[in-house]
Nanobody
């Protein structure tokens, strides 16, 4: 079972990135997928999650209105579209999966390796 996060990079403030989370060895069709981020020296911070049952989404206050999360079960991939990025969004972004979703990182069973997002001012 492996999750692979990709799509990070260096972007200027105000720019956009789309992160992808693909899975091998398991199907996303029965799993909720969340995105978390971790800045240096800080704990995991919830960003967004999408439910497997009805594709409902939930965002942190900092991500709401700027980020969208979507899934393509046929491709076994979840996307995080990030717009209007600012330097505070700089972090390593991780995708994770579990049956129940939610914003608590410790409830997620499967994790990807993380992708670095750096936003320059």
């Amino acid at each position: 079972v492996q999750l692979q996060a990709s799509g990070g990079g260096l972007v200027q403030a105000g720019g956009s990135l789309r992160l992808s989370c693909s899975a091998s060895g398991l199907s996303f069709s029965r799993l909720s997928v969340g995105w978390f981020r971790q800045a240096p020296g800080k704990e995991y911070e919830f960003v967004a999650t999408i439910s497997w049952s009805d594709d409902s989404t939930f965002f942190s206050n900092s991500a709401k209105d700027r980020f969208t999360i979507s899934r393509d079960n046929a491709k076994n991939t979840v996307y995080l579209q990030m717009n209007s990025l600012n330097p505070k969004d700089t972090a390593v972004y991780f995708c994770a999966a579990n049956p129940g979703g939610g914003s608590d990182w410790w409830t997620y069973t499967y994790w990807g390796q993380g992708t670095q997002v750096t936003v320059s001012s």
